[in-house]
């Protein structure tokens, strides 16, 4: 097998990353880490968020991948500094797009929904501070929503009554411009498209993120050429059910791992 991507997550919402790596990358194979048991990270310590973040990275080494993306708001915010300074290979990783969000808001107000971890994490503020000067960015924590998520509830009543509850105070305060800032929640896009006005754009990084890793493995030289089918294996230490009826990919091999 030529060197995979390595993907991880604290659980099931990266995969909406993997979505977009496969349709941007076709011919590369992949390895996928949903951490599920310990999700939500979002909850987590800085100093949790590191270690979690270290052995779902040195697991992804040991498997041979040549790049590794960090496809969780919370664990890029706390932790690719730390990765990038010691270990060897090239780290891709998703942040709040709020550069985006910025240059498109008329009203100058801007939603990011997130979770506690990414919110409080100093990178989120130092990129807020760098490119929303002059722009209220109205924050909300996520809280529940990634627990809805993770057991397969993606269209629950549960789900709607958190995000109304998350969603109305901010278009009260007039934003135009959501961000979602957790892999997880571009599950729940029906759920907020229902909720949010057709006037309010919503912006999640998943393919900025694909297309940041073909420029670094071009760069790097390691995009594959290979002729083979690509191969997608994926590793779960909670359900395989929920994470195989989310990727919904027939060829793809799912297992449960200790890790
Ligand atoms: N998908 C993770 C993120 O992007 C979820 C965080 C969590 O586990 O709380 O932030």
């Not at 090239?90 to 709020?98: N, T």
């Not at 969000?101 to 919110?119: D, P, R």
């Not at 230490?237 to 200790?258: C, R, Y």
């Amino acid at each position: 097998m030529a060197k995979p991507i390595g993907i991880f997550d604290s659980g099931v919402g990266g995969t909406s990353i993997w979505k977009e790596v496969v349709k941007m990358l076709p011919k590369e194979n992949t390895i996928y880490l949903a951490d599920s048991i310990n999700a939500p990270y979002g909850e987590k310590t800085k100093e949790e968020i590191l270690r979690l973040s270290i052995k779902n990275t040195e697991l992804l080494l040991n498997k041979g991948c040549k790049i590794i993306i960090v496809a969780c708001n919370t664990a890029t915010t706390n932790a690719i500094n730390y990765l990038r300074n010691h270990y060897n290979v090239p780290f891709i990783g998703i942040e709040p797009a709020i550069k985006p969000a910025a240059l498109q808001t008329k009203t100058n107000k801007i939603g990011v929904l997130a979770t506690k971890g990414t919110l409080s994490s100093s990178l989120f503020h130092n990129t807020s501070k760098l490119f929303a000067e002059g722009i209220t960015v109205v924050e909300q924590e996520g809280t529940g929503l990634v627990e809805l998520i993770e057991s397969g509830q993606l269209y629950s009543e549960e789900v709607k009554r958190l995000l109304t509850s998350f969603l109305e105070p901010m278009l009260e305060l007039n934003i135009d411009c959501l961000v979602l800032g957790c892999t997880h929640y571009p599950y729940l896009m029906p759920v907020i498209k229902e909720i949010l006005p057709n006037d309010v754009t919503i912006i999640d990084s998943g393919e900025a993120v694909a297309c940041q890793t073909k420029t670094v493995l071009g760069r790097n030289k390691l995009l594959s050429n290979s002729i083979d089918r690509a191969e997608h294996v994926f590793y779960t230490n909670a359900s395989v059910k929920v994470l195989k009826d989310l990727i919904d990919w027939p060829t793809a091999q799912v297992s449960k791992l200790d890790f």
